[in-house]
């Protein structure tokens, strides 16, 4: 079984829906998740960080933590073309550093 | 303004060589690491290092070599041991090892 688990997509929704991205990982003592967003050819940048159970917003993001069912997910609402991208899913490990999923592909369609 | 610098971003290195790639950060962060993407991949941990002049191996070390001589600068070597590195690398540092990290801009390194 893989650490981090991720749907490779490519996922597509059009303009204005909302967008689910899921994430699951199998360390049981993970405490810390992570939401990146990667634009083809540009570094990762940071969407949205849950340390706790439940749901965390942000603007148009909603982090989303369950870590009963070890699953993580990032919801977008009112999904614009502009956030078509590559979204990872982090989880740190141990406390010292972080392992990455393969990554989920949007595609936001006009 | 606060960032990560990664240099350069582009690199060739022809066999037999060993190639330097640059990570300086100014965000006063403890902890810096090393990852590498292959295309259609997510990032896997090269090295990673806490505290200044101690760094530990990730998951796909071998190959590759690193220093941490001072706070700011986390300089990646990629040996003429690592037989397959082309990829885009990515330096990246946190307040903590748990905390949020931020990434540089990146490296493209190839074959010549």
């Known amino acids: 079984q893989k650490e981090v688990e991720q749907n490779s997509g490519p996922l597509s929704v059009p303009e204005g829906a909302i967008a689910s991205l899921n994430c699951t990982y199998s360390?049981?003592?993970?405490?810390?998740f992570f939401w990146y967003r990667q634009y083809s050819g540009k570094s990762p940048e940071l969407i949205m960080f849950?340390?706790?159970?439940g749901d965390k917003e942000d603007g148009r993001f909603t982090a989303q933590l369950n870590k009963a069912s070890q699953y993580v997910s990032l919801l977008i609402r009112d999904s614009q073309p502009s956030d078509s991208a590559t979204y990872l899913c982090?989880?740190?490990?141990?406390?010292?550093?972080?392992?990455f999923g393969p990554g989920t592909r949007l595609s936001v369609l006009p | 303004d606060g960032g990560i610098t990664q240099s350069p971003k582009y690199l060739f290195r022809k066999e037999g060589q060993n190639v330097t790639l640059s990570c300086e950060q100014n965000?006063?962060?403890?902890?810096m690491y090393w990852y590498r993407q292959d295309p259609g991949q997510g990032l896997r941990l090269i090295y990673y290092?806490?505290?200044?002049?101690?760094?530990q191996k990730g998951d796909i070390a071998e190959g590759y070599s690193v220093s941490r001589e001072k706070k700011e600068s986390f300089p990646l070597t990629v040996t003429s041991a690592q037989k397959n590195p082309t990829a885009f690398y990515l330096c990246?540092?946190?307040?903590?090892?748990?905390?949020?990290?931020?990434f540089g801009d990146g490296t493209r390194l190839s074959i010549l």
């Open positions: 990246a540092s946190s307040d903590r090892p748990s905390q949020p990290q931020h």
């Open positions: 360390d049981r003592g993970s405490q810390s």
């Open positions: 849950i340390y706790s159970n």
């Open positions: 982090a989880v740190n490990r141990n406390g010292q550093n972080f392992v």
């Open positions: 965000l006063n962060h403890d902890a």
């Open positions: 290092s806490q505290i200044v002049n101690d760094f």
